[in-house]
C-alpha cells in the first residue's frame, strides 16, 4: 500500500486501520523505527498526536512558539523540586525544536549500564554500527566554522586559553545558514529533524501517517499480547477531540515521549508493569547557564544555535556547550527591574550564552497519570551531592567566559551577587554553600521512565525494547535508556531505535 500523511483537515469520521506495526510518536525514536520497518516491507501506521509544520508556521517569537509546538505551552514543570521541562507535541517530536546536536554516549558510560543494568550488547562497540548508520542516513556532521559565529568561536577561545578540550557539535544538518533560530523550527529547513528527513522516507517506503492522533489506550488481549491501540483524533492548539480511532496492529512500539509513554501505560490498566519500575526514576539532565557580557558586539543572533562542545568534565558528571533562544527567553534570567533590566537587554548584542548539562544520577523522581487527561504529574527532586556537579559546572563555565575575554557575567544565582566582574569574584561560584532552591536549572533531556534492564524484576524492557511482560509490545523512546547517557540523547536513542527496527522486522 502506497504511503501517506493525514492531517487533522482530512478527518471526516471516525478512523479505523489495521497494519503489521503501529509506531505511536513520531520523535527521534519512533522514526527511525517507523523508517527502517517500513523500508524492510513491513505495513506501519505512524501516529502522532500533534499536527506537521511548514517554515511558514513557524514564529520567532519564542513565547508564541513554544505555546504551538510544547506540551502544556512550554510550561510543563517538575513539583517537588520546581524546575520548566519542555516537551514538543508536533511532527518530528523533539527533533523539531532541539539543537540538532547528535553526539556518541561515552564508552565509559555505557560500560557503566552494561555492568549496573545487566546488559550484555548495549556497549560501545555494540552500538556503534547503529551510530554510524544513523549519522550517514540523516548527514550527521561537526558544526563548520562558517557558520558558527563569534559566540561559539568564543566559547572555543576560552577553552583553548584554559588547556581544555573542546570541539564543534555534530549535528543533523544539511546546509545549516547559522540562523540560530534551531528552538523556534528551522525556516530554512537545513535541520534534518525526522518530519523533514525520516518520516517522509518512512511514507516512501509504504508507511501511512495520522497526526493530529492523541493514543489514549494500548489494547491487549489476554495477559501477553498488545492488538493495537486507540484513541482520539484532536484538534491542532486546543487538544479538542472530534473523532475516534483504533488502529489494530500484530505489533505495537511506543515512542510518545518519556512522560507520556508511562501515561499511556498507566491508563491502559497499569500494562508492562509487573516489576513496578513503569513511570519511576524519572531522571533528567539539569541544564544551568551563564550569560557573559563582552567588550565588542557578540551579534548572538548570528551563528549555530549550539555549535560547540566541551567534553572534559564528563567523568565529573557535566558536560559544557554554547546556547542560543529568542532573547525573550533569556530575558527572564535577566536581573533588575525598571530601567536596570532595560539597560541589561540593552547588552545583549555584546553577550554570549554558555551552559551544561549535568548527569544528575542521584536525582530521581515520577511520572504519574492524572485522573483526567494526558499530561502527567512529575514528581522530581534535586540531591544535594548534584548540587555539588551543577556547582561545578558553573565555576567552569565561568571560567571559560573569563579566559575568553569577557568583562563580566550574570551567573543567575539567588544569595550571590547579579553580576561577576573577574575569575577571583568568579570563585564563588565553587565555594557557595547552595540550596537546591538557589539554582535556575531547566532540563528537557529526560530519561528511564521505563527502563532498560536485563532482570524482569527491575526493568520496564529488555535490551531490545521490549517490554518483559509481552511479546510484542516495545518502547522506543528515552524512557528506556537506563540512565543519564553523559550527553544529549537523541543519538544514542536512535541507534539503539536502529537496532530495534531490525529486530522487529526479524520477528515478523
Given amino acids: 500500500m502506497s504511503g501517506s500523511v493525514r492531517v487533522f483537515a482530512d478527518y471526516r469520521g471516525d478512523v479505523l486501520e489495521s497494519c503489521d506495526v503501529v509506531v505511536v510518536g513520531s520523535g527521534p525514536g519512533g522514526a527511525v523505527v517507523a523508517h527502517g520497518l517500513a523500508k524492510a516491507g513491513r505495513d506501519v501506521v505512524l501516529v502522532e498526536e500533534g499536527p506537521p509544520f511548514t517554515p511558514e508556521d513557524f514564529v520567532v517569537d519564542g513565547a508564541i512558539s513554544m505555546s504551538r509546538t510544547m506540551r502544556e505551552g512550554g510550561l510543563r514543570a517538575t513539583r517537588g523540586f520546581v524546575m520548566p521541562t519542555m516537551q514538543a507535541n508536533a511532527l518530528g517530536g523533539g527533533s523539531l525544536v532541539n539543537s540538532a546536536i547528535c553526539v556518541r554516549s561515552p564508552r565509559t558510560t ?37 557558520v558558527q559565529g563569534p559566540r561559539n ?33 528551522c525556516r530554512s529547513r537545513a535541520k534534518q529533524s525526522t518530519d523533514v528527513s525520516l518520516v517522509p522516507a518512512a511514507i516512501r517506503s509504504g508507511a501511512r501517517v495520522l497526526t493530529s492522533a492523541r493514543v489514549e489506550r494500548v489494547l491487549t488481549w489476554g495477559r501477553r499480547r498488545a492488538t493495537g491501540v486507540e484513541g482520539s483524533i484532536v484538534r491542532p492548539f486546543t487538544g479538542e477531540a472530534t473523532h475516534r480511532f483504533r488502529i489494530d496492529a500484530k505489533v505495537v512500539v511506543l515512542a510518545a515521549g518519556c512522560m507520556a509513554t508511562p501515561v499511556l501505560l498507566q491508563k491502559s490498566g497499569d500494562l508492562a508493569n509487573s516489576s513496578g519500575q513503569v513511570g519511576e526514576n524519572l531522571q533528567f539532565h539539569p541544564g544551568v547557564a551563564i550569560l557573559g557580557v563582552f567588550p565588542d558586539r557578540t551579534e548572538p ?15 565529573e558528571g557535566f558536560k559544557m556547550e554554547t546556547l542560543w533562544a529568542p532573547p525573550g527567553v533569556f530575558a527572564v534570567r535577566l536581573p533588575g527591574f525598571g530601567l536596570d533590566f532595560k539597560a541589561n537587554l540593552a547588552r545583549i548584542p555584546y553577550c554570549a550564552v554558555f551552559d ?39 565555576w567552569a563555565m565561568a ?49 528511564s521512565t521505563t527502563r532498560m534492564h536485563g532482570d524482569p524484576r527491575r526493568g520496564v524492557v529488555g535490551e531490545d525494547g521490549l517490554c518483559h511482560d509481552f511479546d510484542n509490545l516495545y518502547v522506543a523512546d528515552t524512557g528506556i535508556l537506563p540512565r543519564s547517557p553523559s550527553v544529549n540523547p537523541m543519538l544514542t536513542l536512535m541507534a539503539i531505535a536502529h537496532r530495534m527496527s531490525g529486530e522487529i522486522a526479524a520477528r515478523l
Fill in 110 to 146: 555505557l560500560d557503566a549500564w552494561a555492568e549496573q543494568y545487566g546488559l550484555s550488547r548495549t556497549g560501545r562497540d555494540d552500538l556503534d554500527p547503529h551510530y554510524q548508520a544513523i549519522e550517514d542516513l540523516v548527514g550527521i556532521a561537526p558544526t563548520p566554522d562558517e
Fill in 399 to 447: 571560567k571559560v567566559f573569563f579566559a575568553a575575554g569577557a568583562t563580566s557575567i550574570l551567573p543567575g544565582v539567588h544569595g550571590l551577587p547579579d553580576e561577576m566582574r573577574s575569575p577571583d569574584e568568579a570563585e564563588v561560584l565553587l565555594t557557595h554553600s547552595y540550596r537546591p532552591t538557589d539554582l535556575t536549572c531547566s532540563g528537557n533531556h529526560v530519561f
Fill in 301 to 315: 543572533q548570528f551563528g549555530a544555535t549550539q555549535g560547540y562542545q566541551s567534553l572534559h568534565f564528563v567523568s
Fill in 356 to 394: 551544561s548539562i549535568s548527569s544528575c544520577n542521584r536525582s530521581l523522581g515520577s511520572v504519574r497519570a492524572r485522573r483526567s487527561g494526558m499530561d502527567p504529574v512529575l514528581h522530581w527532586r534535586l540531591h544535594h551531592e548534584d548540587v555539588r556537579i551543577l556547582a561545578k559546572a558553573m
Fill in 153 to 185: 568561536l568564543l566559547f572555543r577561545e576560552g577553552c583553548r586559553a584554559l588547556g581544555w578540550s573542546c570541539e564543534p557539535i555534530a549535528r543533523n544538518v544539511v546546509g545549516c545558514r547559522g540562523s540560530g533560530e534551531c528552538f523556534t523550527g
